[in-house]
């Protein structure tokens, strides 16, 4: 079922690892020359696109909770540049591999690049509309230019810019007195997200543990080729298919808050997005919302001068937190009876309900574990260089990608990835793997048809001893996830040696109290002791469902999706998991 390799080295000019230049396709340092330059979003579109100039009255503006710019304003999107984690791990590529960081930079802002700004590859040559991360003429300019026909490049910010200021969108019906418009489909298509979504180390071969040569370059990131490869690309399941805006950029329905609304063309209802424009049946909110809460805090704790958008920020965290608690089911089935002297076997089961791996994205940190308590006894093991166990050598379920360097193992120093070490995320539904999307080092997903399955079953022994006949034993599972560890900030402040922003990140980490795990989901069941062994001593089922906080007898279900933790070792220190 696997499939062939794609030959990505064609996609990208010789490189030598000295002096390491952005890859690829899509336009090139002075594309934007004679022609439009990129324009700021926070000054330039925020005219017609945010909540008070869409409103169909400026003086008595209504909330707009779609308003493009604004939902924007407060994403990851926008602050890719400004994200404490994100400059800090570009130093230390910079000090690993010279002006590697060019490549980084034309990811998180491709604008950058076009104008010419990605060296120094520091982002010393930034200016304010370079550090608006990814704005609105980045999505908008971005075209399928038709005399090449291998276009659109997925990954590494391929990206082909129209200089000309066209801006596109998913409307025929567009017209602007600032700027031409277009209709694209383009627009609309997770083709679109894939160009930077899907990122390859552009200097390094993917190599197998051993050494040997698997593909010219290493995988780092593989989100859209996780959805390309699952149901949702090709529609054959129960809700259709679904494209990365169905899921991050959801419509807005209309509400009952007092937002004015009007007729749409074909005679139907809808609401404004810009400045005298028409009124529209379901407008995306560009809330752009995954997993990265904490993200946004770090964002928010290292830049002051964003503080004017807390109340925003806060919306675009709810949004997260809204994506996690529907991203999984999670189900806990305990036996009928449990026998004195013995111990009794709790199942645990976790499904996948997003359109890629879980978790899926930036792989540094980003983990997603089952933790499991006992009559209010944490059974969730820790984190130690030996490896992850639970009291009894019990292995801790651990859903993560763990990249390193053949011959060497695991490690955080990016830019020199160059193996995968483990890849333990839970596939989407429909998962058809490729070599550069297989599961590594684990069988839990495995059916005897070559396939893999959308969840992960595993079962834990829960040791009786000391409890007396007719006693009832409580358990609890709980799903948790985290976007980046102590680990890996301790490694970038400590490795950093060229500026601060490995202190300024480790600032922010300890202002905010670290990155506690986030509780996606828990689940409670119960069953009865007795002395001798009398009922069947079988599972029950229960029902599955979203969202933390339900519970049930025998067994359960809720939401879930990227990864926390519970005692986490760093070797010379521990870090408890809070108990909800």
Same mark, same amino acid.
């Given at each position: 079922?696997?499939?062939?390799?794609?030959?990505?080295?064609?996609?990208?000019?010789?490189?030598?690892?000295?002096?390491?230049?952005?890859?690829?396709?899509? %336009?090139?340092?002075?594309?934007?020359?004679? =022609?439009?330059?990129?324009?700021?979003?926070?000054?330039?579109?925020?005219?017609?696109?945010?909540?008070?100039?869409?409103?169909?009255?400026?003086?008595?503006?209504?909330?707009?909770?779609?308003?493009?710019?604004?939902?924007?304003?407060?994403?990851?999107?926008?602050?890719?540049?400004?994200?404490?984690?994100?400059?800090?791990?570009?130093?230390?590529?910079?000090?690993?591999?010279?002006?590697?960081?060019?490549?980084?930079?034309?990811?998180?802002?491709?604008?950058?690049?076009?104008?010419?700004?990605?060296?120094?590859?520091?982002?010393?040559? $930034?200016?304010?509309? +370079?550090?608006?991360?990814?704005?609105?003429?980045? *999505?908008?300019?971005?075209?399928?230019?038709?005399?090449?026909?291998? !276009?659109?490049?997925?990954?590494?910010?391929?990206?082909?810019?129209?200089?000309?200021?066209?801006?596109?969108?998913?409307?025929? +019906?567009?017209?602007?007195?600032?700027?031409?418009?277009?209709?694209?489909?383009?627009?609309?298509?997770?083709?679109? *997200?894939?160009?930077?979504?899907?990122?390859?180390?552009?200097?390094?071969?993917?190599?197998? %543990?051993?050494?040997?040569?698997?593909?010219?370059?290493?995988?780092?990131?593989?989100?859209?080729?996780?959805?390309?490869? %699952?149901?949702?690309?090709?529609?054959?399941?129960?809700?259709?298919?679904?494209? *990365?805006?169905?899921?991050?950029?959801?419509?807005?329905?209309?509400?009952?808050?007092?937002?004015?609304?009007?007729?749409?063309?074909?005679?139907?209802?809808?609401?404004?997005?810009?400045?005298?424009?028409?009124?529209?049946?379901?407008?995306?909110?560009?809330?752009?919302?995954?997993?990265?809460?904490?993200?946004?805090?770090?964002?928010?704790?290292?830049?002051?001068?964003?503080?004017?958008?807390?109340?925003? $920020?806060?919306?675009?965290?709810?949004?997260?937190?809204?994506?996690?608690?529907?991203?999984?089911?999670?189900?806990?089935? #305990?036996?009928?009876?449990?026998?004195?002297?013995?111990?009794?076997?709790?199942?645990?089961?976790?499904?996948?309900?997003?359109?890629?791996?879980?978790?899926?994205?930036?792989?540094?940190?980003?983990?997603?574990? #089952?933790?499991?308590?006992? +009559?209010?006894?944490?059974?969730?093991? !820790?984190?130690?260089?030996?490896?992850?166990? &639970?009291?009894?050598?019990?292995?801790?379920? #651990?859903?993560?990608?763990?990249?390193?360097?053949?011959?060497? =193992?695991?490690?955080?120093? &990016?830019?020199?990835?160059?193996?995968?070490?483990?890849?333990?995320?839970?596939?989407?539904?429909?998962?058809?793997?490729?070599?550069?999307?297989?599961?590594?080092?684990?069988?839990?997903?495995? #059916?005897? +048809?070559?396939?893999?399955?959308?969840?992960?079953?595993?079962?834990?022994?829960?040791?009786?001893?000391?409890?007396?006949?007719?006693?009832?034993?409580?358990?609890?599972?709980?799903? $948790?996830?985290?976007?980046?560890?102590?680990?890996?900030?301790? $490694?970038?402040?400590?490795?950093?040696?060229?500026?601060?922003?490995?202190?300024? &990140?480790?600032?922010?980490?300890?202002?905010?109290?670290?990155?506690?795990?986030?509780?996606?989901?828990?689940?409670?069941?119960?069953?009865?002791?007795?002395?001798?062994? @009398?009922?069947?001593?079988? =599972?029950?089922?229960? @029902?599955?469902?979203?969202?933390?906080?339900?519970?049930? *007898?025998?067994?359960?279900?809720?939401?879930?999706?990227?990864?926390?933790?519970?005692?986490?070792?760093?070797?010379?220190?521990?870090?408890?998991?809070?108990?909800?």
């Amino acid at each position: 079922m696997t499939k062939p390799l794609l030959v990505w080295s064609a996609l990208w000019p010789a490189v030598v690892a000295a002096q390491a230049f952005a890859p690829g396709q899509g %336009s090139q340092p002075g594309a934007l020359d004679g =022609g439009a330059d990129i324009q700021s979003a926070s000054l330039y579109c925020k005219n017609c696109h945010n909540n008070e100039n869409a409103s169909p009255d400026p003086d008595n503006p209504e909330p707009l909770p779609y308003a493009p710019v604004d939902t924007w304003a407060s994403t990851m999107m926008a602050n890719s540049v400004r994200d404490p984690l994100f400059r800090a791990a570009l130093s230390v590529a910079n000090q690993d591999v010279a002006d590697v960081g060019q490549w980084c930079l034309r990811c998180h802002a491709p604008q950058a690049y076009w104008r010419g700004h990605t060296l120094p590859a520091d982002g010393g040559a $930034f200016d304010a509309v +370079d550090n608006e991360g990814v704005t609105c003429d980045v *999505c908008h300019r971005s075209h399928v230019p038709s005399q090449d026909a291998n !276009a659109p490049y997925i990954g590494n910010a391929q990206i082909f810019v129209d200089a000309t200021g066209l801006k596109f969108g998913p409307y025929d +019906d567009s017209s602007s007195p600032f700027h031409p418009t277009a209709k694209s489909s383009f627009t609309s298509s997770s083709a679109l *997200c894939g160009q930077c979504h899907q990122v390859f180390n552009p200097i390094l071969p993917w190599r197998a %543990s051993d050494g040997g040569v698997l593909a010219p370059h290493f995988p780092l990131d593989t989100t859209y080729e996780e959805w390309k490869q %699952s149901a949702f690309a090709r529609g054959t399941f129960a809700d259709g298919a679904r494209s *990365c805006q169905n899921c991050h950029m959801p419509a807005f329905e209309g509400s009952d808050g007092g937002i004015a609304a009007g007729p749409t063309a074909d005679g139907g209802w809808g609401y404004p997005v810009a400045k005298m424009g028409p009124y529209r049946a379901q407008p995306q909110r560009h809330t752009f919302a995954g997993g990265n809460v904490w993200g946004l805090d770090a964002v928010l704790q290292a830049n002051p001068d964003l503080q004017p958008l807390a109340a925003q $920020f806060a919306e675009t965290k709810r949004w997260a937190m809204k994506n996690l608690n529907e991203a999984a089911t999670l189900a806990l089935t #305990v036996p009928a009876d449990g026998y004195l002297g013995e111990a009794s076997k709790v199942t645990v089961k976790v499904t996948n309900h997003t359109g890629h791996k879980l978790p899926t994205g930036y792989a540094d940190g980003r983990r997603v574990f #089952v933790q499991l308590e006992v +009559d209010g006894v944490v059974l969730s093991g !820790a984190f130690t260089d030996a490896g992850t166990v &639970l009291p009894g050598g019990q292995p801790l379920r #651990v859903y993560e990608a763990v990249h390193g360097r053949a011959g060497s =193992g695991p490690g955080e120093h &990016l830019a020199l990835h160059d193996t995968i070490v483990k890849d333990s995320r839970i596939p989407p539904q429909g998962f058809q793997a490729t070599l550069l999307t297989a599961p590594v080092g684990v069988d839990w997903f495995n #059916v005897s +048809d070559g396939g893999y399955r959308p969840y992960d079953e595993a079962s834990f022994v829960v040791p009786l001893n000391g409890k007396a006949p007719g006693s009832t034993v409580n358990v609890t599972a709980r799903l $948790f996830m985290q976007t980046t560890t102590p680990e890996y900030v301790h $490694f970038l402040a400590e490795e950093n040696r060229t500026d601060d922003a490995g202190q300024v &990140l480790k600032g922010v980490f300890d202002a905010l109290g670290g990155a506690p795990p986030l509780l996606m989901a828990e689940r409670s069941a119960s069953f009865r002791l007795s002395d001798s062994p @009398q009922g069947t001593g079988g =599972g029950q089922s229960g @029902q599955e469902g979203h969202g933390p906080g339900a519970c049930g *007898c025998h067994a359960a279900a809720g939401g879930l999706w990227l990864f926390g933790l519970a005692l986490l070792a760093l070797g010379r220190a521990k870090w408890k998991l809070p108990r909800p």
